[in-house]
T-cell receptor, first 112, second 117 residues
Framework: KAGVTQTPRYLIKTRGQQVTLSCSPISGHRSVSWYQQTPGQGLQFLFE???????NKGNFPGRFSGRQFSNSRSEMNVSTLELGDSALYLC???????????FGPGTRLTVL | AQTVTQSQPEMSVQEAETVTLSCTYD???????LFWYKQPPSRQMILVIR??????QNATENRFSVNFQKAAKSFSLKISDSQLGDAAMYFC??????????????FGKGTRLSVIA
């Protein structure tokens, strides 16, 4: 069974631009979560989607948004990029009723 | 709010030796899960081991085992017979069940483990 996939793997943007990251969960997983990883703040939860509905949301500004499609694929969008948004963005999926979360390889976003 | 603390930013171990990584957490929940994740230089987060709080028996996965002390809110990871491939960042994480499903993972800051040949 294929793992969690994320595209693109690397991205370079400039301040003020917007970006969309994509995540395909493991087949059958309906829960998709996003995390931001930076050297200073560590791993921080962004949001979680389950069956196309946002179920949990972390403490991030409204510039960060996401959505989930009927096939469980998820996208996250960051508008008006700031230098501090440079990070590794990790997507994770899990099967309902389990405590096993599987992570994708991440998207490395660099904001110049 | 739940917190996870890893007090050792860096650790090193000789190949074939044993090393223990520390983790403490804070929660008011009684039913929760604790995890150790490994993140090698490739950045792929891999689940190493999981412990259910209601289980008294410590979890083991091959060379990896935990020492779960619920009263002390301590959850350490022991790696036996360390191998070069064990070199990575190790994150301790917490989650518990809520009415809307599993809560998001709360991670510690991580411990960078080096394995010396």
């Amino acid at each position: 069974k294929a793992g969690v996939t994320q595209t693109p793997r690397y991205l370079i943007k400039t301040r003020g631009q917007q970006v969309t990251l994509s995540c395909s969960p493991i087949s059958g997983h309906r829960s998709v979560s996003w995390y931001q990883q930076t050297p200073g703040q560590g791993l921080q939860f962004l949001f979680e989607y389950f069956s196309e509905t946002q179920r949990n949301k972390g403490n991030f500004p409204g510039r960060f948004s996401g959505r989930q499609f009927s096939n469980s694929r998820s996208e996250m969008n960051v508008s008006t990029l700031e230098l501090g948004d440079s990070a590794l963005y990790l997507c994770a999926s899990s099967l309902a009723g389990t405590y096993r979360t599987f992570f994708g390889p991440g998207t490395r976003l660099t904001v110049l | 709010a739940q917190t996870v603390t890893q007090s050792q930013p860096e650790m090193s171990v000789q190949e074939a030796e044993t090393v223990t990584l520390s983790c403490t957490y804070d929660t008011s929940e009684s039913d929760y899960y604790l995890f150790w994740y490994k993140q090698p230089p490739s950045r792929q987060m891999i689940l190493v081991i999981r412990q259910e709080a209601y289980k008294q028996q410590n979890a083991t996965e091959n060379r990896f085992s935990v020492n779960f002390q619920k009263a002390a809110k301590s959850f350490s990871l022991k790696i036996s017979d360390s191998q070069l491939g064990d070199a990575a960042m190790y994150f301790c994480a917490y989650s518990h069940y809520s009415n809307s499903g599993n809560t998001p993972l709360v991670f510690g800051k991580g411990t960078r483990l080096s394995v010396i040949a």
